[in-house]
């Protein structure tokens, strides 16, 4: 018995350096979680190595390296690219399920290409697949796989997870291949989600759309059951609770520390996504000090953002939306000893991030929508003598699980300048307190 992930992304990216490929980790709260797991099973995986190579020599050469690892890359066209990932994947299913419903793109190509693409995985992960495997097909780019495996290889055990929320019915209705998806997802005997509230969407969805009923968790077909339950994801709690003790760690960490001195340090870590409200969370924060003077020269934002689907037109216009917000905060209260937000667009390898996490007294977590998000998670996580104080959104799937974070909804900027405020003046006995309860419940 083996374990085979199948997934949009291997959790390595390939990068063509000079005139050979190096494999590098992938960003992204997929292949944190997943790379996380730990099994005594063979592990497999199959997705897009994340480059466009044409040349079979190339193809074979990268396939081989990959292999070593247990790696069988998918090789995806330009045009496959644009249509089914940039497209269907992040133009239509994307912000439906984030319930951004005026930027849902609907094209006859990017439907036309999701299915091709979702028949490529099939061909492409069938050679490897035995009757006595668990196939665990990851997100919503491969909703129609289930179904697909299904009908080649019946007795396989398939799970599904969907990483990102599952919209109420009045909205998941309005997509136009809503049936075609949804028995794509049957095909699995396990679908899973991160909260009971998405669970309840898809079975309402079910019901609705295909007219079957759901009895409790339970979904009867002709000639199987199909299971739906929810399952939060989590974090290694100990890769991050033991990280800001490393010695490479703490020297980042003092590094920082001498480099701010005793400023307070508001940090914000997101994937570029209009699903992360990061122009929100900069207007709540350019309330606070238009508000607070007192603050002034004592707090700062850190904002990382990651680079991610720029080619996207929408993740293009909200990249320069953020340079402006930030342009505009940092010209009008900038002094020459003090940079209210220090902005990164860039990705920082994991022990600068975790340097970040340990130093960081607050960290804003305020998405408009967001499946889980695990960067609340291993903030807290990473949290060891120095306390934190999490402000989070109640739009975020961790919220549920996260109830001693100081809970607001994103899209009122006074309340995100309100919870800065109470997050300023906690004192350090009831932040102990709400991270011990948080610590205790992520462990
Ligand atoms: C999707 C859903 C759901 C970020 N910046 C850096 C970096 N990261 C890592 C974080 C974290 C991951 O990326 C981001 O995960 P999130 O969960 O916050 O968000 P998405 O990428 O949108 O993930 C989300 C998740 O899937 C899992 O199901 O929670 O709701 O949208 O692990 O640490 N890692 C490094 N450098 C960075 O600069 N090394």
């Known amino acids: 018995m083996k374990i085979l992930i199948i997934a949009n992304r291997l959790p390595v990216k390939i990068e063509r350096e000079e005139d050979s490929f190096v494999v590098k980790r ?5 292949a944190t979680g997943l790379g996380s797991l730990e099994t005594d099973a063979e592990m497999h995986w199959v997705g897009w190595p994340g480059i466009h190579v044409d040349d079979e020599n190339e193809k074979q050469e990268i396939t081989e390296k990959l292999n070593e690892l247990n790696y069988h ?3 995806l066209s330009d045009e496959q690219i644009e249509n089914y990932y940039e497209g269907y994947s992040n133009s239509t299913i994307w912000p439906l399920c984030h319930y951004f419903f005026s930027f849902i793109q609907y094209k006859a190509e990017y439907w036309e ?8 995985f099939c061909e492409k992960a069938l050679p490897f697949i035995e009757d006595d495997d668990i196939i665990w097909v990851q997100d919503y780019q491969l909703m129609l796989l289930p179904k697909k495996i299904r009908e080649k290889k019946p007795k396989v055990n398939i799970g599904y997870f969907h990483h990102i929320p599952f919209p109420s019915y009045e909205l998941f209705r309005v997509l ?9 997802l049957l095909g699995a005997d396990l679908i899973g989600f991160h909260t009971h509230d998405y669970m309840r969407h898809f079975i309402s969805a079910i019901y609705r759309v295909l007219g079957l009923n759901c009895n409790l968790d339970e979904i009867s077909l002709k000639d199987r059951i199909v299971h ?3 399952f939060p994801m989590g974090i290694n709690y100990e890769q991050y609770h033991q990280a800001p003790s490393l010695p490479d760690v703490r020297k980042i960490s003092e590094r920082l520390i001498g480099e701010l001195g005793n400023q307070t340090i508001i940090l914000s870590v997101d994937r570029l996504d209009y699903s992360k409200g990061i122009l929100h969370r900069l207007n709540g924060f350019a309330n606070f000090l238009e508000h607070h003077p007192e603050y002034h020269k004592k707090v700062s934002l850190a904002m990382i953002v990651v680079p991610s689907r720029d080619a996207v037109d929408r993740y293009a216009d909200l990249k320069i939306q ?12 900038s002094t020459l000893g003090w940079t209210p937000v220090y902005y990164f667009y860039q990705s920082f390898p994991f022990n600068e991030l975790v340097a970040l996490y340990d130093i960081a007294d607050i960290a804003m977590v305020t998405p408009l929508r ?14 060891r003598e120095k306390p934190g104080v999490l402000i989070l959104s109640e739009m975020a799937g961790a919220a549920i699980e996260l109830t001693d974070a100081i809970v607001i909804n994103p899209n009122d900027t006074q309340e995100i300048e309100a ?10 006995k009831e932040q102990r307190v709400r991270l011990n309860n948080m610590q205790k419940r992520i462990s």
Do not use: C, H, W
């Open 26 to 30: 992938s960003e992204g709260g997929l």
């Open 73 to 75: 890359p998918v090789f």
């Open 113 to 120: 290409t999701y299915r091709q693409v979702n028949a490529l």
């Open 176 to 184: 136009p291949e809503r049936e075609e998806v949804l028995e794509g």
């Open 228 to 230: 739906v339950d929810a």
């Open 322 to 333: 953020i340079d402006q917000s930030i342009g505009k905060i940092n010209g009008i209260y």
């Open 370 to 383: 967001d499946g889980m998000n695990l960067v609340a998670k291993e903030y807290l996580a990473s949290k």
């Open 419 to 428: 919870a800065i405020l109470q997050a300023l003046t906690m004192s350090k």
